[in-house]
């Protein structure tokens, strides 16, 4: 069974004269535990509707959404926020971190509204999370004061604290330099497949896409599988390529 599942999902908002525009036609995209799914497209192309759409943030205009097979527009709004907070991390290109508060709290957020021992060791579970992504030792630090990696690697650790079983990156290199975003996105392939969640990301860089198990385009609102094969080879080819070593006589 599927853990999330859009079946012919249409999202169109009315405009200011009255227009409708179609940001979403026709989508159908079903994911499962473990899997890991990029979509690429251009800005524009609708990626953050669809996203907020399998996460149960935005509704769609038309079709269904579906998780663990249970249709999601016949859920109450109280029990779809538990579901969703249950359930779903998110990973945001801009961190949307609380400024001004320190790492823990910024981890610990999530865990406000838990119950039982999880509300109550909330900052233990957040320490050992921000240890998990390498940050054990900037703890108390301010969040927005750390560099822009060690500030992705809070909102990972933030996404992550209540394991869920969907996790949902928005573009999560985009603000981050070549050789850290990698580092960022081996840790979220590194996590997801310890805890067998599903990790779906949106992106525009091929090179992020084509880590994934599954590769989708989303043009014009239309969602369809694409070929990443030269991205993959151009993204490894460096760690599957030994360096050659100087010949004896040279």
């Given at each position: 069974?599927?853990?999330?599942?859009?079946?012919?999902?249409?999202?169109?908002?009315?405009l200011?004269?009255?227009?409708?525009l179609e940001?979403l036609?026709?989508?159908?995209?079903?994911?499962?535990?473990?899997?890991?799914?990029?979509?690429?497209?251009?800005?524009?192309?609708?990626?953050?509707t669809?996203?907020?759409?399998?996460?149960?943030?935005?509704?769609?205009s038309?079709?269904?959404?579906?998780?663990e097979?249970?249709?999601?527009?016949?859920?109450?709004?109280?029990?779809?926020?538990?579901?969703?907070?249950?359930n779903?991390?998110?990973?945001?290109?801009?961190?949307?971190?609380?400024?001004?508060r320190?790492?823990?709290?910024?981890?610990?957020?999530?865990?406000?509204?838990?119950?039982?021992?999880?509300?109550?060791?909330?900052?233990?579970?957040?320490?050992?999370?921000?240890?998990?992504?390498?940050?054990?030792?900037?703890?108390?630090?301010?969040?927005?004061?750390?560099?822009?990696?060690?500030?992705?690697?809070?909102?990972?650790?933030?996404a992550?604290?209540?394991?869920?079983?969907l996790i949902?990156?928005?573009?999560?290199?985009?603000?981050?330099?070549?050789?850290?975003?990698?580092?960022?996105?081996?840790?979220?392939?590194?996590v997801?497949?310890?805890t067998?969640?599903?990790?779906?990301t949106?992106?525009?860089?091929?090179?992020?896409?084509?880590?994934?198990?599954?590769?989708?385009?989303?043009?014009?609102?239309?969602?369809?599988?694409?070929d990443?094969?030269?991205a993959?080879?151009?993204?490894t080819?460096?760690?599957?390529?030994?360096?050659?070593?100087?010949?004896?006589?040279?």
């Open positions: 069974m599927s853990l999330v599942a859009l079946d012919d999902v249409s999202k169109s908002v009315l200011a004269d009255d227009s409708r940001i036609r026709g989508v159908s995209l079903e994911v499962g535990a473990g899997d890991h799914v990029s979509i690429v497209g251009r800005s524009g192309s609708g990626k953050s669809l996203l907020n759409i399998l996460g149960m943030l935005d509704a769609p038309s079709g269904s959404v579906s998780f097979g249970r249709e999601v527009r016949r859920m109450r709004s109280g029990r779809l926020d538990r579901l969703r907070g249950d779903v991390g998110f990973v945001f290109q801009q961190f949307n971190l609380l400024a001004g320190t790492a823990i709290d910024n981890v610990m957020m999530p865990l406000g509204h838990a119950r039982g021992r999880m509300f109550w060791n909330r900052r233990r579970i957040a320490a050992d999370m921000l240890e998990r992504v390498g940050l054990g030792h900037r703890v108390d630090q301010i969040a927005d004061k750390l560099s822009g990696g060690e500030q992705q690697r809070v909102a990972i650790a933030r992550l604290v209540r394991r869920p079983v949902l990156a928005d573009e999560p290199t985009g603000a981050l330099d070549i050789d850290t975003g990698a580092s960022v996105m081996s840790l979220l392939d590194e997801a497949t310890e067998d969640a599903a990790l779906v949106i992106t525009h860089d091929l090179h992020v896409a084509a880590r994934a198990r599954r590769h989708y385009r989303l043009d014009a609102g239309r969602l369809e599988t694409a990443l094969s030269r993959f080879e151009a993204s080819l460096a760690a599957s390529v030994p360096s050659t070593p100087p010949r004896a006589d040279a």
